[in-house]
Each structure stands twice: as C-alpha cells, then as structure tokens.
C-alpha cells in the first residue's frame, strides 16, 4: 500500500513545470491542471482494472489460461529435448 503514496515521474514533472511559474499561485494552477488532466484517465483505469478483475475471475477465462501455460511449457521442453 505505501507504493501507492509514491508520485509517478509525471507528477515530478508538472511539479517542475509549477515551480518553473515563478509564483504560488500560477503554480497551483498548473499542478490543478495536471490533477483535473489525468483525473478521467485514472478513473477510466480503475473502471477497465475492475472489468478485467471480473473477467479473470471466470472459470473458463482461468482453465484457458493455465491450459495455454501448460501448453507452452510442454512446448519448452519439446523444443529442448528434441
């Protein structure tokens, strides 16, 4: 949990890009700005990530996917041994 209190190199950036204004409040805007900006995104993430987590969940989705591993790691040694 505490990897998500981390900022990301964006925030590093506009962080900068603030500074760069040469005021506090130019660059409380620019830092809201970048907040407002990757809000949706980030909402849109967590919608797509919960889709995906239910998806994955289902039993078909789970059996092809330990059937495609294990197909592969037959094929490895298929291909190492022949």
Not at 2 to 9: N, Y
Not at 14 to 27: D, E, F, I, R
Not at 36 to 42: H, K, R
Request: hydrophobic share 55%; charged share 10%.
């Amino acid at each position: 949990m505490i990897w998500g209190w981390l900022p990301c190199g964006l925030v590093y950036s506009a962080s900068l890009s603030a500074l760069a204004t040469g005021s506090a409040l130019h660059g409380g805007g620019a830092m809201l700005a970048f907040g407002l900006g990757t809000l949706p995104n980030l909402l849109l993430m967590g919608v797509f990530a919960d889709t995906l987590r239910q998806w994955i969940q289902k039993r078909p989705v789970r059996l092809t996917a330990g059937l495609v591993v294990a197909a592969m790691g037959v094929y490895r040694l298929a291909e190492t041994f022949l």
